[in-house]
């Protein structure tokens, strides 16, 4: 945890001396200075903010939490412009607004206009998600389907333990029976919470009869082995009302130290000081595709809503909405879980995407493509979340057909205020 925090601390760090550096050239006096170079000097700042939020996200296996645009999650109306630039863009904006402020506190030369064009973003990005709204609340209702999600509860401590193998199979079939009288078009468990792996016979057969009273079909997270190669994945299955498997995702970007050991001839040791996982990845970008009413669909597992190009290849190989089962039971009662749920309100809006999050505990409910929950579960409580999810209509955003070009677009900014020459 301190080598994280300290890796994590550093792009923090970076940040600074550039934003010295820069705005220590704004302040000073320099009549030669073109209105064009003054302004793009002063959008060099959220550029390279931005551009170190990038690089957070995938280096390292990328850890791309608390973003600075997560701040802004619930104002619905300012942060739909990322269905264009993608999250970095809510980013960008945070970052120009607040170096516009400082310049003029500090009355620094070219205040007016970093001033006046923060104004203008900030106008424009309430104008556009206005709009957005209103169009997207004015559509014609589309037939949707019914989706049910479990949320169990189960704390950290007695999850893994045979003791309370029993409590946990009791509360997920109380929870099926229940969502199972409202009649949905599909169950949802959460991540890992069937207690042990799919292919030992005690599990499926007990599996087997939950899914026989379910009378829809279920999707559930269970860890599971590859016979012939020994992998272990953690994985979501989707299986028929007759309990036949109709498709199985592995979960494609496992957590380091969590999950797996990365280089593990240089670090296997710590497994003797911590439990580590032993999973191994997925390969593909799996869509699954029931019967009608429901559309295709796809999963991210855990902190897998983290990463915006996982949802957008999701998206790209055809599913039409997003479901996310994760276990936030490891966070406790700290506010990590609606941190967790800010990652997922982004995927949302991105991608323009309905979707459905399952916890074992923490945030379980329904987002719409705007970023707005509804039907959720109090955390820290069993329960199940019922919600209509009229996807048919659903359509790519320019995000996910352009992809991360508004990063590129600050990275050509922050090298050019790097590189330029200094007068």
């Given at each position: 945890?301190?080598?994280?925090?300290?890796?994590?601390a550093l792009y923090f760090g970076v940040w600074g001396v550039f934003a010295h550096k820069v705005l220590r050239e704004l302040g000073a006096k320099n009549p030669?200075?073109?209105?064009?170079?003054?302004?793009?000097?002063?959008?060099?700042?959220?550029a390279a903010w931005v551009v170190l939020e990038y690089v957070r996200s995938f280096?390292?296996?990328?850890?791309?939490?608390?973003l600075l645009a997560h701040t802004q999650?619930?104002?619905?109306?300012l942060i739909q412009f990322a269905d264009t630039t993608g999250v970095w863009g809510v980013s960008f904006l945070v970052v120009l607004v607040n170096v516009a402020l400082f310049q003029l506190l500090k009355r620094q030369q070219g205040w007016r206009i970093s001033v006046g064009v923060a104004v203008l973003c900030l106008l424009g990005a309430a104008a556009y998600g206005a709009r957005e709204q209103k169009q997207f609340d004015a559509?014609?209702?589309?037939?949707?389907?019914?989706?049910?999600?479990?949320?169990?509860?189960?704390?950290?401590?007695?999850?893994?333990?045979?003791?309370?193998?029993?409590?946990i199979w009791k509360r997920y079939e109380l929870l099926t029976t229940d969502a199972a009288a409202q009649k949905p078009n599909l169950i949802v468990w959460p991540e890992t919470s069937v207690p042990g792996f799919l292919e030992d016979e005690p599990v499926r057969r007990r599996l087997s009869a939950v899914l026989a009273s379910a009378g829809s079909p279920v999707l559930v997270g269970v860890p599971t082995e590859d016979l012939d190669t020994g992998e272990l994945h953690n994985s979501a299955v989707l299986f028929s009302p007759a309990g036949v498997k109709n498709g199985r995702y592995d979960k494609l970007h496992l957590v380091p130290f969590g999950e797996y050991v990365p280089l593990k001839p240089l670090f296997?040791?710590?497994?003797?000081?911590?439990?580590?996982?032993?999973?191994?990845?997925?390969k593909e970008f799996t869509v699954f595709r029931p019967e009608p009413p429901v559309?295709?669909?796809?999963?991210?597992?855990?902190?897998?809503?983290?990463?915006?190009?996982?949802?957008?290849n999701f998206s790209k190989s055809g599913a039409r909405w997003l479901l996310v089962i994760t276990n936030d039971g490891w966070f406790g009662r700290s506010a990590a879980s609606l941190q967790h749920l800010q990652c997922s309100v982004f995927r949302a809006v991105e991608g323009r995407v309905w979707i459905a999050r399952a916890a074992n505990t923490g945030w379980t409910g329904f987002i719409d493509p705007l970023g707005r929950q509804f039907a959720s579960i109090p955390r820290f409580k069993p329960g199940v979340a019922v919600?209509?999810?009229?996807?048919?209509?659903?359509?790519?955003?320019?995000?996910?057909?352009?992809?991360?070009?508004?990063?590129?677009?600050?990275?050509?900014?922050?090298v050019w205020a790097i590189m330029k020459p200094s007068k």
């Open positions: 945890m301190g080598v994280l925090t300290v890796s994590l030669h200075r073109s209105p064009i170079s003054e302004l793009l000097t002063f959008l060099s700042l959220p280096l390292l296996s990328g850890f791309g939490w608390n999650w619930n104002w619905i109306s559509r014609a209702p589309v037939p949707g389907f019914k989706v049910a999600l479990l949320q169990g509860n189960i704390p950290q401590t007695q999850k893994w333990d045979e003791a309370y193998q029993e409590a296997g040791w710590l497994n003797n000081i911590v439990p580590i996982g032993d999973f191994s990845a997925g559309q295709p669909f796809s999963v991210l597992i855990c902190f897998e809503d983290l990463f915006p190009g996982m949802s957008r919600g209509d999810l009229p996807v048919s209509g659903a359509g790519r955003s320019p995000y996910v057909r352009w992809g991360d070009w508004f990063p590129l677009f600050c990275l050509g900014l922050a």
